[in-house]
Every structure is written in C-alpha cells, then in structure tokens.
C-alpha cells in the first residue's frame, strides 16, 4: 500500500514498494521558494538514506511544474538551502532521481530538472530557461548542465533568447528523455519503476563532457552587441556557458560569481518590476465582475487602426464585421486585414492551417444596421469628436441591448461620446496602439457611468486578445498621451535651444529607448501631431511657451517616412538628417533671438525624463492611473521605453523624489510655466516614499 509523509506545506513522500515520489505542491506555479527547496532537500536526504527505496520520482502538482526560482525573493536577503545546493543535492543522490515534467519547467524548475538523472516530458509541455530576459543568468546549474545536455551552440540559444520550446522540440535535442501522455503521479510512479527494471536508462549530468565551440560562443557574443547593445546579462550568460567545459565544479562557482553581478545589477529590478507591472495592471477594483460574453465584434472604420483591432480580434478566435461608409474604402480595409494575416502565418503567430478559417470570420459591410447582432463594437475612425457622436447615436440605435460600445479615440473625452447614447454604462474607451495587432498595450478607458462588468469586459478582451490591460481614467491623452503630449514639448524647447533632433534621439536610444521621438514621429506621421496642435491651440495658456518648428515642417508637406522626408530624409531605406530643417530650427531661433548652446546626451535624458516623470505623477495624482505600476505598463507596453528601466515610475525611484525636484526648480527658472513640480512629489520627498511604495497601497 502506498504511503505519504509530509515534508512541510509544499511538499510530500509518498512511498510505493522500492520507488518513492516526491510531490511539489506550491500554487499557483509551483515556484521554488524557500520551503520548496528546503522540502525537496530534505525528502532528497531522507530517501537517500532509507535502504528500501531504489529509485525516486519527482513531479509537480496542479497545473505545471516548478516554473522557476521564486521571483518575489530576489531583492531579498537570500534564504537557505540555496537553489543551486538543492540541485546539486539531487545530482549528488546515490539514488537514480526521474523528473516528470508537466505544463512549464522554466528557469530553476527546468534546473531541477536537468539535475535529475532521466527525464519525462508530458505531452503539452514547454520548458526553457527565461532568467535572462529577468535580468539574471540561470544560476542553479542551468548555464553547466545545459551544455551537457545539448551542446553549447543549442544552450545559447535557449540561454540568451530565453525562448520557451514545445516538448518535440526539447526531446529532439536531448533536453527531455522521453514524451508521455498521462497523469504527473501515474507518469512518476511508472518511470521510477521503470528505472528499478532496467527500462529507463538514468545518468549523472555532471558525468557529461562539454564540446568546446568558441566559434558559437563568439558568434552569441557578437549577435547580442547587435541585437540588446544595452544589456548586462546576456553577455554574462555567454561567459557562464563558456565555463561549461571545465569540471562540473569549477564551471558552478564561475556561474554563481556572474549571477550575483546579474543580480545585484539594477536591471534585474528593471526586468523583474516589468514581469509584476504586466500582471498588476489586471488587479483593478472592477476584477471581481462577470465579463459579458462576447464572440461578435463590430469595427467601424478599415484605417490603419480599424484594420489592426480588426486582425487582433480574428486572430484572438472573435467573428469580426468591419464596417466603412464605401465600398472602395471597405475593400482596403478587408484588404489590410488578409495582408496582416498573411503576415501572421508568415511570422508563425497564425498557424497556416488555421488560416482560412480565421479569414472566414472576417465580414464586411457599409451598412452599419448588419451590427444589430453584435456583442462589441469598436469604432476606430479619425479623431473627430462630431463624427464619433453622430456614429455612436446611430449604433445606439441599431445595436442590442447590452451591446457594449467601444471608441478607440487616442485624446477625446469618453463622457460626451457616452452622453450622446441611452446606454452610457455601456459605453468604454477601447484605446489601442499602431499597429494594433502587433502592440501589446490596450488602455480600458473607464467613463463616469461605464459599468463595473464593461469594464471587467475589456479586460477580458485584452487577455484574449493577449494584450496588456491598463485601465485609465478619462482626461485628454489618458495616461499615455497625455504623458507623451507633455514630454514631447520638452525636446521642441530642447531644439529651439541648441540641441539638434538627431542628438536627442541618439542620446535615447543610448539611454535605451528603441526610437528615439523625432524618429518615432516620423513614423507615425508628423501631420497627427500638427492636428492634435491646432486642435489644442485655442486652450493654451497665454504662458506656455510655443515652439513652431514642427509646423514650419508640416507646411512643407514634409509629414515623416510615409512623405519621404521629415525631420529626416528617407532614401531606400536609409535615413539622414532634412538639412531643410536645420534651416527652419536656424530661422525659427533668429526670430525668437535664441542664441543655442551646447546639450550634452545626459542633459538631455535628464529633461526628458524629469518631464515624462513630471505628468507620469500627476497622471497618478489625479487618478487617471490607478497606481504608478499602470504609468510603468502603459510605457513599457505600448512606448517602447526600455524594459530594464522598469517603466517611468520604476525609474524615478532610482532618482529619489528629491533630486527631481531639485532639477525641476532649476530648469524652472527658465521656464516656470513648463517645469512645476507635481505636488506628488513633494508630499514624497517630505515623507521620503517611493513610488514602489505606492504600488503596494503604502
Ligand atoms: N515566481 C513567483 N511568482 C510567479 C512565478 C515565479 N517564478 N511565475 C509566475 N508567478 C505568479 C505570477 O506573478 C502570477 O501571480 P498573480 O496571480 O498574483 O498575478 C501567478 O503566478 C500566475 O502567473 P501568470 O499569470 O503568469 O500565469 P500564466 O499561466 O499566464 O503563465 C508562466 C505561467 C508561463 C509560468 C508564467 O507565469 C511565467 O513565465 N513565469 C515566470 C517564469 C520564469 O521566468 N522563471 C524563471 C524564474 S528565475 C529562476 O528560476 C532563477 C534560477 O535560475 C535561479
């Protein structure tokens, strides 16, 4: 009969004949934290020492695996036994250990995993080693016995990319023994029986040689100097793999001396605030309410926008009808649509035999009553506040009661569309990022009568639509343009000053941006700008200072890469500096009489950052933004800021409240309408509290 002991909470023996199994059962993902790996240790001593067991199991309850070292440890004083020294405690048994993986083994479970002697993949499976794109290196064995297992040129690969592989492909390369189907306890018991037969071969990865590749190694180096120039650990992972061909022992410490520099390294914050900041963002007060069931979603507009949310929602399984006024401008919106498709298959995010049948949901049509039956309707047509009150005063008209309305406008006020329907909790911003079925972010915008379950609906949306969620309260820009509004003056003021544009956007993206601004609106077309100006020039305050460069660059009909010309000049592909503006920044300043100075690089982060940190606060004060974590997503998800900085807000921790205030009191004294320090940041620095702080409701 078989019998189970408990170890602690998370872990349990249970003994059958001469096989035992060692069950992990941490919800929700089995993440090795302390009593995990204490646990393990301790049923690993145990059953080392009882004479009548033979061979041992080890598997995960519920649904996965260990999928990986816990992460809300890091940061902290470290807590014994070490993950590395339960590994080794595997390794080192004298009896054969099975690992039968199910769901994820990631990071440090697939660690565990690889210091077992004989491993079985359940069908399903996915396993891979991520630390990297955490900031750190896989630093319980992983960078050692990878190696040993499938070779330096395939370790970094997994290592580097931190891709997840599926369970065919893991088996192929040797990372896995064997593939099963069936139950992780059946599947254990059976697999430590089968290595008391004789049937399942089991050996000790430390046994293994490594095949010394310098020319992989080189080759990894030089593919991460061009692909994360700004990244620490990955040239770190390269060097630990590099010490897998020498004994076991040598190769650990190497690994443990470079993942303590990964650790103690503040992109490892960065990278760790930026996976949390993806999952907090759902915590909102609306996630206790039923979603309403959605499968139909109308589209009005097939623009570049109304055809990216139109692809999103087919490729997230949804029926879609998109709507134009004619038929001309509805074949190029459909026509976008089976483009992007295409593309999907072709970047593999669309299976090829899935295609046809995602396309099949697509309709079309130029009468807006074909959307009677729909569960969601999105509208996605150009930014006019009249045009969108007269499109949602039909559809409430047309559409079924609780058909909730969506606008994907990126400024305007969500109240006024809503007032102008008999449903205004039905009604919701829907705020998506060009190109919508690539950008991950999507803004809930929540509207005074927007009903707790429409909102839980758009979360839901995004989830399908494997996007992330971030609710925002309404004011003009939301939390991401109106950020962006703000900060984008500062580099006007910056080259009006003396800076050129091509000195602030190098000096981004060395700071670690992907673009930098004048590149980005180049690509997003400099005529939305100069729209979004006119439209917001009659309520400037008579103190703001104005800079007109951009629209000396627009009457040109110079409106970025989709022209050929903008800030820069764009000739098959290569792209230079328009000596046009040059002389446009030149006259502008002669007629302001601003003689220009000289900006080094950090100057110009500073400013840049202290005015997106600036409104960020306020965007929090004011309660546009639940907490700064959502300011961090929204940045990070849908502005290309820099993951290993964490977002704005994560940031501007690592300033101190204090030192930007400082810098905001100096740079006010030329310009005391631009730099106002955010009352925010006063009450933090007289209170000496962090944004991090706030995160956690202190
Ligand atoms: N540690 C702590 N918490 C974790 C965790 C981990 N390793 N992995 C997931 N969680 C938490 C999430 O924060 C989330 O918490 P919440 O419900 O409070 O928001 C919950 O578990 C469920 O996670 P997801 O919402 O992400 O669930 P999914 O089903 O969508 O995804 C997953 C599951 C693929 C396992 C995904 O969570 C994931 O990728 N996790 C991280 C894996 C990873 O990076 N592992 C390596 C860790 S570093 C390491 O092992 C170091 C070692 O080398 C020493």
């Known amino acids: 009969m078989p019998s189970t002991t408990r170890v602690n909470s998370v872990i349990e023996i249970e003994r059958a004949g001469d096989v035992a199994l060692i069950r992990i059962d941490n919800p929700p993902v089995n993440a090795a934290g302390r009593d995990v790996r204490q646990g393990i240790e301790d049923a690993i001593n145990a059953l080392a020492g009882d004479d009548s067991i033979k061979a041992i199991g080890l598997y995960g309850a519920g649904r996965t695996f260990v999928a990986g070292a816990d992460i809300r440890e890091f940061g902290k004083p470290p807590l014994a036994p070490s993950l ?28 565990l995993a690889m210091a077992s002697h004989a491993r079985i993949g359940l069908t399903g499976l996915r396993v891979g080693l991520p630390e990297v794109l955490l900031g750190i ?54 697999s430590a029986k089968a290595v008391v037969a004789g049937n399942l071969k089991t050996r000790r990865t430390d046994e293994i040689a490594v095949e010394p590749n310098d020319a992989a190694l080189e080759a990894a180096k030089a593919k991460i100097a061009k692909k994360t120039p700004h990244l620490f650990s ?25 993942y303590i520099q990964c650790h103690d390294s503040p992109q490892r914050a960065g990278l760790i605030h930026a996976f949390f900041a993806e999952r907090a963002v759902a915590k909102v007060p609306e996630a206790k ?30 029926d879609v009808t998109m709507i134009e006024v004619a038929a001309e401008a509805l074949e190029r919106g459909t026509g976008t649509v089976r483009k992007n498709l295409e593309g999907a298959v072709k970047r593999g995010k669309l299976a090829e035999a899935k295609h046809a049948e ?6 079309a049509s ?103 969620g971030v609710r925002a309260g309404v004011c003009d820009g939301f939390i991401g343009n109106r950020i962006l509004s703000h900060y984008l003056r500062v580099t006007n003021y910056m080259v009006m000053d003396g800076a050129t544009p091509e000195q602030i956007d190098d000096a981004l993206e060395g700071f670690g941006f992907a673009m930098g601004p004048f590149r980005v609106s180049d690509l997003a077309g400099l005529d939305i700008g100069w729209a979004e100006r006119k439209r917001l020039a009659p309520l400037r305050p008579a103190a703001e200072r104005v800079i007109e460069i951009g629209d000396r660059i627009c009457e040109n009909g110079w409106f970025g890469r989709k022209t050929g010309r903008g800030y820069y000049v764009y000739d098959e592909g290569d792209a230079h500096p328009n000596p046009e503006v040059a002389n446009i920044i030149a006259s502008e300043r002669a007629k302001a009489g601003v003689t220009p100075r000289d900006f080094t690089d950090q100057e110009i982060v500073d400013r840049y950052m202290t005015a997106m940190i600036s ?35 994560a940031y501007a921790d690592t300033i101190g409240a204090a030192e930007l205030i400082k810098r905001i ?34």
């Open 366 to 468: 130029t009468d807006m009553t074909d959307l009677a039956d729909a569960d969601l309707v999105i509208e996605a047509v150009f930014e006019n506040m009249e045009v969108k009150k007269e499109i949602f005063t039909k559809l409430d008209g047309i559409v079924k009661d609780g058909t909730i309305l969506a606008s994907n406008t990126s400024y305007l006020n969500i109240n006024e569309i809503a007032a102008c329907t008999k449903r205004p909790q039905d009604v919701l911003g829907l705020h998506f990022f060009s190109p919508a079925h690539v950008m991950r972010l999507l803004e809930i915008v929540v509207a005074d009568k927007t009903a707790p379950e429409v909102v839980a609906t758009g979360f839901a949306l995004a989830k399908r639509m494997k996007k992330v």
């Open 137 to 190: 290196l896989p630093g319980a064995g992983g960078t050692q016995r990878a190696p040993r297992l499938v070779g330096i040129p395939f370790a970094l690969d997994m290592i580097t990319t931190g891709r997840h592989l599926p369970a065919a492909e893991a088996l192929e390369h040797g990372l896995i023994d064997q593939l099963k189907d069936g139950d992780p306890r059946d599947v254990a018991l059976a």
């Open 358 to 363: 995602t396309v099949a949901r697509l309709g």
């Open 234 to 258: 990955p040239v770190k992972c390269v060097e630990a793999v590099a010490a897998s061909v020498t004994p076991i022992d040598e190769g650990l410490a190497t690994e443990r001396h470079l």
């Open 615 to 649: 409104e960020a606060a306020r965007v929090v004060d004011d309660g546009i933004a639940l907490r700064p974590v959502d300011v961090d997503a929204v940045f990070l998800f849908g502005y290309g800021f820099p993951r290993f900085r964490g977002g704005p807000l």
């Open 289 to 318: 309410a039923t979603p309403r069931p959605v499968q139909k979603i109308g589209v009005i507009g097939g623009g570049t926008m109304g055809s990216g949310i139109t692809t999103s929602a087919l490729l997230a399984g949804f």
């Open 84 to 111: 590395p020294d339960v590994c080794n405690t595997i390794e080192r048994c004298g009896k054969p250990v099975v690992a039968v993986l199910h769901g994820t083994a990631l990071g440090g479970g697939l660690e």
């Open 665 to 698: 009191e100096a740079y006010a004294k030329e310009d005391s309408h631009y730099w106002q320090v955010p009352d925010l940041l006063r009450r933090m620095a007289a209170d000496g509290s962090t944004f991090a702080q706030l995160n956690e409701g202190k």
